[in-house]
């Protein structure tokens, strides 16, 4: 997939496009020193992780106002939807506890031209936000109990989950199930047919 394919199969605003192209030129940049997505998925990148990483956008609730993406690594899909959500005016804070990425993450953004972008470099464990977020995202950072648990500190009574998880899916919710109560939706992926974008509410722990 190249870059126009993605601009034609998601049809984003030209603004959101040229952001994603600063994005992209930065996140080249860095990898020549650095690795921050793995090199063989280097080439086909715009699928790989732009595209992964947009195809989140679609399923947000339009009037959705703060969203934090944590574990945020190399921006997806953290930075991605904040250049998909701007138009809205929505907030996007990154939870990235390596320096070197928030470097990066702070690099990037200002490359993009952000003015609402928060970048927190802390373990999501210790982070205390001052705010509930309408969503919570992440991208192959945990399995999914450990992910609710990171989730659950930081989520108000309303927050939405947004996860893209892979093939073992079905797995981790029931091991998730033992210590969440949840509604979930199960999204297919656009890019991988094994995976699966799960959306979920209502997260409580299970009382034992």
């Keep these: 997939m190249t870059p126009e394919d993605f601009l034609g199969v998601t049809n984003v ?19 020549e020193r650095h690795n921050l997505i793995a090199r063989s998925t280097i080439k086909d990148r715009w699928h790989r ?8 956008a679609p399923l947000l609730p339009d009037n ?5 993406d944590i574990g945020s690594g190399a921006g997806f899909p953290g930075l991605v939807l904040a250049a998909m959500l701007a138009p809205k005016g929505a907030e ?4 990235e506890s390596t320096q070197k990425k928030c470097a990066f993450l702070r690099e ?18 210790s982070v205390r ?7 919570i995202t992440a991208r ?25 998880k892979g093939q073992d899916v079905e797995g981790e919710l029931t091991e998730a199930a033992k210590s969440w ?12 047919p094994r995976a699966v974008i799960l959306e979920i509410g209502n997260l409580a722990r299970v009382r034992k």
């Design 64 to 68: 959705v106002k703060t969203l934090v």
């Design 140 to 164: 192959a950072l945990a399995r999914l109990d450990k992910l609710l648990g990171y989730g659950a500190g930081i989520q108000g009574k309303n927050t939405r989950y947004f996860l893209l």
């Design 92 to 95: 996007v804070t990154l939870i």
């Design 129 to 135: 936000l001052g705010f509930k977020p309408d969503i």
């Design 181 to 192: 109560h949840m509604d979930v939706v199960k999204h297919p992926s656009r890019t991988d």
């Design 49 to 56: 992780h732009f595209f992964d990483s947009a195809q989140l």
């Design 108 to 125: 990037a953004g200002a490359a993009m031209g952000f003015d609402n972008l928060k970048v927190v470099p802390e373990r999501i464990e």
């Design 13 to 31: 605003p030209r603004e959101t496009f040229d952001r994603l192209l600063e994005f992209d030129r930065v996140l080249i940049d860095w990898s």
